[in-house]
């Protein structure tokens, strides 16, 4: 009997267990939602900047370099020119395609042959409707052979006319072609001129006047510095990943001494705010994964406070507090 009980008591212990487990698991596709998860209410980590976007501005058509426009350093802006290389063959190229769109605009809009070969069809018409004339009043007056000819001549003559029209539109057809080809020698010559793809700053210049430019080599570098990346590590533990996207961010350099510096001279707390917009889907080995976000820089005159490479930290924040 006493066996009994004791059987008894350790399956209710069992059961009890499993009815746990089973109330803890949620039903397929429904999701946690984010008040059923307790988390730190502020996440530290270091982290370090980097950048969004940098461009090695590249040769668009082969040639020696001939003139530079910028200097390193120097903040440049979207389609500002950077450098010339020699163009006098696309000069040429130019001059000559314009001139025969010229050519092809006079004959497209020339006539004259459709009109004389019109005219000579007439004619030959009318010689053939005055010999069967002279035949009707006089017959045998025209010999058959004669009359036959002149109605060949009548014929080839209305022919003459639909290839004349043909040439005549064909011309306009070439006219519209050459002025392609006028665009197209424009287009070769702006591409000797080298533009800014976007704001940013020269880092690097790759080469020098007199050089030359192989078709898609760099010529400089350009970054942005206006807007940046911060990147850092978030424990999957503590801040599961699919929480994190979208969270406020606040970066603050790492360097409390050169941060009270920077502070004195722009007279203002540095810190600079942002959103998670990326987090990776790769958990690291350490259970961390990375998140970044995108924050705007500050300048002091022309020289930036946040740079690529500079350490910092991430103040992430999971509720409404500070």
């Not at 949620?26 to 999701?31: D, F, I, T, V």
């Not at 979207?78 to 006079?106: C, F, P, T, W, Y």
């Not at 009707?136 to 036959?148: D, F, M, V, Y």
């Amino acid at each position: 009997m006493r066996n009994l009980v004791l059987i008894g008591v350790a399956c209710l212990a069992i059961a009890t267990v499993v009815a746990a487990q089973n109330s803890a698991v949620p039903a397929p596709g429904n999701s946690l939602s984010v008040e059923q998860v307790s988390l730190d209410d502020v996440g530290i980590v270091e982290g370090h900047i980097s950048l969004i976007n940098d461009v090695d501005v590249s040769a668009q058509e082969p040639g020696v370099l001939t003139t530079l426009h910028f200097l390193e350093g120097e903040t440049v802006e979207k389609g500002q020119l950077l450098a010339d290389l020699d163009n006098s063959d696309a000069m040429v190229r130019l001059e000559e395609a314009g001139l025969n769109h010229e050519v092809a605009i006079k004959e497209a809009t020339n006539d004259i042959n459709v009109k004389a070969s019109d005219s000579a069809a007439k004619v030959a018409q009318a010689e053939v409707e005055e010999s069967e004339a002279v035949n009707a009043e006089s017959p045998g007056s025209i010999p058959a052979t004669k009359l036959r000819r002149e109605r060949l001549t009548a014929e080839r003559s209305m022919l003459q006319v639909d290839v004349a029209r043909l040439e005549f539109d064909i011309s306009g057809i070439t006219a519209r072609v050459r002025g392609q080809q006028v665009k197209a020698a424009e287009n070769s010559l702006e591409r000797r001129s080298i533009k800014a793809p976007l704001a940013g700053v020269i880092e690097r210049r790759y080469k020098e006047i007199g050089e030359w430019v192989a078709l898609g080599e760099p010529i400089c570098q350009v970054v942005r510095m206006d807007r940046l990346r911060v990147e850092g590590f978030l424990s999957s533990r503590d801040h599961p990943p699919v929480l994190v996207l979208g969270r406020p961010v606040t970066v603050r350099l790492k360097d409390k001494q050169l941060s009270a510096k920077l502070e004195k001279l722009v007279n203002r707390k540095l810190e600079f705010s942002g959103k998670i917009s990326f987090v990776s889907n790769l958990i690291q080995a350490g259970g961390e994964y990375q998140v970044w976000a995108d924050i705007d820089n500050v300048a002091i005159g022309s020289q930036w406070i946040l740079r690529p490479g500079t350490p910092v930290e991430l103040v992430v924040q999971f509720d409404n507090g500070t």
